[in-house]
């Protein structure tokens, strides 16, 4: 099925490693964003990319390095995570903007979230 | 920058019956997208519903429709006739135009809803 696919699903970290996490989608949509879910704080932006070769910072950056490797790639790095990015972490795309405004489209597809634990 | 405010972080509400679930947004824009979307233990995020502000109109799709306040800035969704796979978390979302804001999504906290049989 067309989605947006991140890997993985699940990782443990320990305090000061290093991780990737991938993200592909393969509806050709232009933007993508990387998003943490954080219990009583609902979904907050990291990183965004509104199209191939530009990114932008979103309202949480810090500790983050993103890479828009293509149209369909966008990757998330933690160089040397911290207990405080233990989180789920959630992948969108975006359609284009005159998809969007036709009835019912979503504003974003997202994937299904990597939860990461860092000890 | 936009603010968007969930008061309520959970609620429950018995099966067949009628639920509301508050928001309220904080923005200068005159016009913006609302949404709702559900979060399921799954994880997945699934849109229920979209309002534009510039429709008067409330948005309603089957069990699912929204009270749209403009000038109080407030946006509760309405489930009638709950049913037992209602039970999630649910957000509430902003957004402005996609031309002026690279179609940037503003969540709520969430409100954890239980349907209960």
């Known amino acids: 099925n067309a989605g947006v696919t991140q890997t993985p699903k699940f990782q443990v970290l320990k305090t000061g490693q290093s991780m990737t996490l991938q993200c592909a989608q393969d509806?050709?949509?232009?933007?993508m964003y990387w998003y943490r879910q954080d219990p009583g704080m609902g979904l907050r932006l990291i990183y965004y990319?509104?199209?191939?070769?530009?990114?932008d910072k979103g309202e949480v950056p810090n500790g983050y390095n993103v890479s828009r490797l293509n149209k369909r790639e966008f990757s998330l790095r933690l160089e040397s995570a911290a207990p405080s990015q233990t989180s789920v972490y959630f992948c969108a795309s975006k359609t284009s903007d005159r998809a969007f405004v036709g009835h019912s489209n979503q504003p974003q597809h997202f994937g299904d979230g990597t939860r990461l634990s860092i000890l | 920058a936009q603010t968007v405010t969930q008061s309520q972080p959970e609620m429950s509400v018995q099966e067949a019956e009628t639920v509301t679930l508050s928001c309220t947004y904080d923005t200068s824009e005159n016009n913006y997208y609302l949404f709702w979307y559900k979060q399921p233990p799954s994880r997945q995020m699934i849109l229920v519903i979209r309002q534009e502000a510039y429709k008067q109109q409330n948005a309603t799709e089957n069990r699912f429709s929204v009270n749209f306040q403009k000038a109080a800035k407030s946006f509760s969704l309405k489930i009638s006739d709950s049913q037992l796979g209602d039970t999630a978390m649910y957000f509430c979302?902003?957004?402005?135009?996609?031309?002026?804001?690279?179609?940037?999504?503003?969540f709520g906290e969430g409100t954890q809803l239980t349907v209960n049989p």
């Open positions: 509806m050709n949509h232009n933007s």
């Open positions: 979302a902003f957004m402005k135009p996609p031309e002026t804001s690279g179609s940037r999504l503003t």
């Open positions: 990319s509104a199209s191939e070769g530009t990114t």
